[in-house]
């Protein structure tokens, strides 16, 4: 079981971009898949992005064309790029991690694939304002 620290969240207006970053510890990250979820008030947690030992990625729907997640094993850090960002983007994201198991092939069970991580940072939350 991996420590995981996420971080980069902030405030940034409609449109603009930030950059998360998940950082590992305790164990070689390299055989881990690693997700993106987010959980805004009174939603349930969302799967937004998941990047597999081999670097392949699986977006969501209502992220797919403005985020993007690449890892830097050597880092030990995966990152979440997030362009274009809207209101509704608003969220508590957070990083999770699981060993030896790959990405789904659709994002659209959330509640099922969230159980399936082993490691959870704490959360970082990224406000857009319109």
């Known amino acids: 079981q991996l420590h995981i620290v996420d971080s980069g969240g902030g405030l940034v207006q409609s449109g603009g971009s930030l950059r998360l970053s998940c950082v590992t510890s305790?164990?070689?990250?390299?055989?881990?898949?690693v997700a993106w979820f987010r959980q805004a008030p009174g939603k349930e947690r969302e799967a937004v992005s998941c990047?597999?030992?081999?670097?392949?990625?699986k977006y969501s729907q209502s992220v797919r064309g403005r985020f993007s997640t690449f890892r830097d094993n050597a880092k030990s850090t995966v990152f979440l790029h997030m362009n274009m960002l809207k209101p509704e983007d608003t969220a508590v994201y957070y990083c999770?991690?699981?060993?030896?198991?790959?990405?789904?092939?659709?994002?659209?069970?959330?509640?099922?694939?969230?159980?399936?991580?082993?490691?959870w940072g704490q959360g970082t939350q990224v406000t857009v304002s319109s």
């Open positions: 999770a991690a699981v060993p030896h198991t790959d990405c789904p092939m659709y994002m659209t069970d959330s509640l099922n694939f969230a159980k399936r991580f082993d490691s």
């Open positions: 305790g164990f070689s990250m390299e055989h881990y898949s």
């Open positions: 990047i597999n030992t081999g670097g392949d990625t």
